[in-house]
């Protein structure tokens, strides 16, 4: 339970209180930001907590067990506060926010009402609502290692080890012509392979989106130089010379592991696990060995 000062309880006894409730949400980039339903803005610590911003919050919910809890705030998208381009590049997904009860006239009186994470977040022209989920949703989610043939780790992370700051897992280039909306041709990665880069990680540094990272669909060497597909449209049109930087990518099976990144120690998948078509095989009449007889009635 929440600890209430005493200053503040007093005023909660008293029958007339000033307290507005106060958000601040820590990106996963390190941003924060702060917002409140007061009228004038709020101070938490070092963030000020912005007001005009239109944001308001819905009753919480509370359930048993290990059930997921929470509520959702909405708002205005606006300079000030939350912008549209940064929700849609994703940068508020399973951000940090904390809730805060205060008192406006005196805001050193607060209490922290609740911790989660943002979820689903959605747009309506210029307004945004988002999930409020409470810290139970982190029990929700799988841990530990799965078995699966294929690998269960990142290509670069700590437990794959693979360098991808070697010149032959990484490139850089431009964008020199369009083919769609997540579609271009590039400059700058004529040395490498075909696919090289198909599931690599692309980081656009310059442009519009510069400083947003997307996975690449497909990496494909044509008579107009190397091109690019990307998972999804990004939150701002790409424009020719935006320049990036792209990352190998991996299918995570262990002959890629084995053969083109000499990493099969490394390898954190089952490779020899049975599959779907063991599971659901069966007799047929005919095969060898499977007579429907005891190896040692043949």
């Not at 924060?32 to 308001?56: Q, S, Y």
């Amino acid at each position: 339970m929440p600890t209430i000062p005493p200053a503040l309880q007093e005023k909660l006894d008293s029958g007339v209180t000033t307290l507005c409730r106060c958000w601040v949400i820590t990106r996963r980039d390190g941003v924060t930001l702060g917002f409140t339903d007061h009228d004038e803005d709020v101070a938490i610590g070092e963030t000020t907590c912005r007001a005009g911003t239109g944001l308001t919050a819905s009753e919480a919910a509370s359930r048993l067990g290990l059930a997921v809890g929470g509520s959702e705030i909405a708002g205005a998208l606006a300079a000030e506060s939350l912008l549209e381009a940064d929700l849609a590049a994703g940068r508020y997904d399973a951000a940090h926010i904390e809730l805060h009860i205060v008192d406006w006239s005196e805001p050193s009186l607060r209490v922290l009402a609740a911790k989660g994470a943002l979820g689903e977040v959605r747009r309506e022209g210029s307004a945004f609502s988002a999930e409020f989920r409470g810290l139970t949703h982190l029990l929700s989610e799988p841990h530990g290692r799965l078995y699966a043939a294929r690998c269960g780790a990142d290509l670069g992370d700590a437990r794959c080890g693979v360098d991808l700051t070697l010149p032959s897992r990484r490139g850089a280039g431009a964008v020199t012509a369009l083919r769609g909306v997540s579609s271009f041709l590039a400059s700058g990665l004529a040395a490498f392979p075909d696919g090289a880069f198909t599931a690599g990680q692309l980081a656009f540094s310059s442009g519009a989106n510069a400083g947003t990272a997307i996975e690449v669909k497909a990496h494909r060497l044509t008579a107009e130089g190397a091109e690019l597909d990307l998972w999804r449209t990004m939150a701002e049109p790409i424009a020719v010379g935006d320049a990036f930087a792209v990352t190998a990518g991996c299918d995570k099976t262990f002959e890629t592991c084995r053969d083109r990144f000499a990493n099969a120690a490394n390898f954190r998948g089952f490779p020899h696990i049975p599959g779907n078509d063991f599971v659901i095989s069966h007799p047929l009449a005919g095969e060898p060995g499977h007579d429907g007889k005891s190896p040692r009635a043949r």
